[in-house]
């Protein structure tokens, strides 16, 4: 079964990294045919993607965050992982991994809330 | 960036009616649009993918239509289980999603 979870600190202080780690079970990671990507939604809000990384470490990212994300993949241990700098309360939000597949993405993890708090 | 706008923001209807959610892009995406459904606590799920095509294990009662800028997603026959938050998402370009529209039933 396909399936995918994501880990990591749930409270980041202001002006910190957030670091975020999603695990793959059931597909092999290094697959030429996914990326695999960041998304996340604030509290009461819509989505809003981060970014991508591809089996051979190729990144993809939203503009609007570009300067501050960092997406990379671990094939050895089936997981890719997030890390975005310089946090502010703006960046509260549920974040969840996604295989995407052609521009859909077609399985999620469950989300994991992380709180910027001072 | 292509901007996704949705309406209504929250619809009610009742067990058995139907429902159209609307969604509308900023610039033509062509087919490529989904839709996903989000249900409280819960992951989204892909409901739809190219506008029309329903993902693996949706039932019939959901179907899209749409290309260029103007999309909908029409659910037939409303059951209990369908109360959620729908999205949809646009690929032409680097992804992003409308705000949602919230289905009560």
Known sequence: QEQMQESGPGLVKPSET???????????????????????Q????????????????????????????????????????????SVTAADTAVYSCARFLSGIFDLWGQGTLVTVYS | EIVMTQSPPTLSVSPG????????ASQSVSGNLA??????GQ????????AS??????????????SGTEFTVTISSLQSEDSAVYYC???????????GTKVEI
Do not use: M
Request: glycine fraction near 8%.
């Open chain 2, 17 to 24: 009616e139907r429902a159209t959610l609307s969604c509308r």
């Open chain 2, 35 to 40: 839709w996903y459904q989000q249900k409280p």
């Open chain 2, 53 to 66: 095509t329903r993902a693996t294990g949706i039932p019939a009662r959901f179907s899209g239509s749409g």
């Open chain 1, 42 to 85: 604030p509290p009461g809000k819509g989505l809003e993607w981060i970014g991508n990384v591809f089996y051979s470490g190729d990144t993809y990212y939203n503009p609007s965050l570009r300067s501050r994300v960092t997406i990379s993949i671990d094939t050895s241990k089936n997981q890719f992982s997030l890390r975005l700098t």
């Open chain 1, 18 to 40: 957030l670091s975020l780690t999603c695990s793959v079970s059931g597909d092999s990671i290094s697959s030429s045919r996914n990326h695999w990507g960041w998304i996340r």
């Open chain 2, 43 to 50: 992951a989204p799920r892909l409901l739809i993918y190219s």
């Open chain 2, 89 to 99: 998402q646009q690929y032409n370009e680097w992804p992003t999603f409308g705000q």
